[in-house]
């Protein structure tokens, strides 16, 4: 199912949480040391996937702001259908701490949190178990989450159609769907959308 009324002129902001630095190093709190080396490339496909359906897409990356109090500006004045948040494994907690920051915000809201990344693809259910995130994307993220808002826009409790969902079930708990077939042609994709990112604020940017 992808029908582009539903999801036209809807919003979506996402969280781009901390990481460590690729010697290990814990994320710096000084303010100076705030520098994130290059947007992150998953985010910027579905970013590019999500508009070509006529989504509104914000992105507010963590790493950057180092400041939740801009998030909350960013989902008060969108009104997103939800939250998603990308993470490594090898920065758990940073993944963790942006599912609680944002669960704070969004929770009197109403508003979903779901996740992605390669922890989810690695580990599958674990986050939904121990956050309060309500669904989680493994594999490629590009049709499952624009099938997943489709239904959640239609007002559907029933996500067990959708490949490569994770989801709660208000009365069975956590469900697993069956995985995505991966997309095999890489060319009907968008180019990333590196213009939603704030590319001067970046590291290793031209």
């Known amino acids: 199912?992808?029908?582009?009324?539903?999801?036209?002129?809807?919003?979506?902001?996402?969280?781009?949480?901390?990481?460590?630095?690729?010697?290990?190093?814990?994320?710096?709190?000084?303010?100076?040391?705030?520098?994130?080396?290059?947007?992150?490339?998953?985010?910027?496909?579905?970013?590019?996937?999500?508009?070509?359906?006529?989504?509104?897409?914000?992105?507010?990356?963590?790493?950057?702001?180092?400041?939740?109090?801009?998030?909350?500006?960013?989902?008060?004045?969108?009104?997103?259908?939800?939250?998603?948040?990308?993470?490594?494994?090898?920065?758990?907690?940073?993944?963790?701490?942006?599912?609680?920051?944002?669960?704070?915000?969004?929770?009197?809201?109403?508003?979903?949190?779901?996740?992605g990344g390669p922890h989810v693809s690695a580990t599958g259910s674990e986050i939904l178990l121990n956050t309060n995130a309500t669904f989680a994307v493994k594999g490629e993220g590009e049709n499952t989450l624009l099938e997943l808002i489709q239904l959640y826009s239609n007002e559907r409790n029933d996500y067990s159609s959708v490949d490569g969902l994770l989801w709660k079930d208000k009365f069975f708990g956590v469900k697993e769907n069956q995985d995505r077939e991966w997309i095999r042609d890489l060319d009907a994709l968008p180019y990333p959308d590196f213009d939603a990112f704030k590319l001067e604020r970046y590291s290793y940017t031209l």
Do not use: C, Q, R, W
């Open 1 to 115: 199912m992808k029908n582009k009324e539903l999801v036209s002129e809807k919003s979506f902001v996402f969280f781009v949480p901390k990481n460590k630095d690729l010697f290990g190093n814990d994320f710096s709190t000084d303010k100076s040391d705030i520098v994130s080396g290059h947007p992150n490339l998953g985010v910027a496909y579905l970013t590019s996937f999500l508009k070509s359906y006529g989504m509104n897409v914000h992105i507010y990356d963590d790493a950057l702001e180092d400041d939740i109090g801009v998030f909350e500006e960013i989902v008060n004045s969108t009104k997103p259908t939800m939250i998603g948040i990308t993470g490594f494994s090898y920065s758990y907690k940073y993944l963790v701490d942006a599912i609680n920051s944002s669960y704070e915000i969004t929770k009197k809201l109403g508003i979903p949190i779901v996740v």
